[in-house]
């Protein structure tokens, strides 16, 4: 059974450019969290989806917008790429209320 | 709003002591807790959960957690660790929104542990 998987591994974008991060869920789940995790922190929550609506937002600004598919997918989309942008980025995926699993990641580098 | 609390940045320890992570966190409703394991250049990797029932829970590679709901408090222990256990520990808490219908999960800014041979 495949666990959570995201792609790219790493990536290097431009400040001002934007990126696209993608995820796909464990079997079975249907809930699909994100989070930034930049060095030295825990990872903040920067918004859920499920079916195919994102139900949840945390403190992030509008740069960062999302998508949920039908098979239960995702996409992080982040817009005019800040330095302070470059971080790890996890998808966590669910069963609705249960607990998460994460994927392994996206190293997210501007320069 | 929930919080979580993770009192010490890094704990260094030698090889086959026990240790303890400590986690405190506030919420003003029930919450669920966890602690995740995240090991260089990974994820994460869910050790243990506590949702209801039994305070003391047991998690994977010999760790265990007590929820002390008086002291909104869930410290990680292990009686004797090991040079892989090296990695940082996240607590983390999931707290019911009703307007969004849905649990959201706030984690601690992370414990370094480090074992020494």
């Known amino acids: 059974d495949a666990g959570v998987t995201q792609s790219p591994t790493h990536l290097i974008k431009t400040r001002g450019q934007q990126v696209t991060l993608r995820c796909s869920p464990k079997?079975?789940?249907?809930?699909v969290s994100w989070y930034q995790q930049a060095l030295g922190q825990g990872p903040q929550f920067i918004f859920q989806?499920?079916?195919?609506?994102?139900?949840q937002r945390g403190n992030f600004p509008d740069r960062f917008s999302g998508h949920q598919f039908p098979n239960y997918s995702s996409e992080l989309n982040v817009n005019a790429l800040l330095l302070g942008d470059s971080a790890l980025y996890l998808c966590?995926?669910?069963?609705?209320?249960?607990?998460?699993?994460f994927g392994p990641g996206t190293r997210l580098t501007v320069t | 709003a929930q919080s979580v609390t993770q009192l010490d940045s890094q704990v260094p320890v030698f090889e086959e002591a026990p240790v303890e992570l400590r986690c405190n966190y506030s919420?003003?409703?029930?919450?669920?807790l966890f602690w995740y394991v995240q090991y260089p250049n990974q994820g994460l990797q869910l050790l243990l959960k506590?949702?209801?029932?039994?305070?003391l829970v047991k998690g994977i590679n010999g760790f265990e957690a007590e929820f002390n709901k008086s002291q909104t408090s869930f410290h990680l222990r292990k009686p004797s660790v090991h040079i892989s256990d090296t990695a940082e520990y996240f607590c983390?808490?999931?707290?019911?929104?009703?307007?969004?219908?849905?649990?959201?999960?706030?984690f601690g800014k992370g414990t370094k542990l480090s074992v020494i041979p």
């Open positions: 966590a995926s669910s069963l609705r209320y249960y607990e998460q699993y």
């Open positions: 079997s079975g789940h249907d809930t």
């Open positions: 989806y499920y079916e195919e609506e994102e139900r």
């Open positions: 919420s003003s409703v029930s919450v669920y």
């Open positions: 506590y949702l209801s029932g039994s305070t």
């Open positions: 983390a808490v999931s707290e019911w929104h009703s307007g969004a219908g849905s649990y959201q999960l706030t």
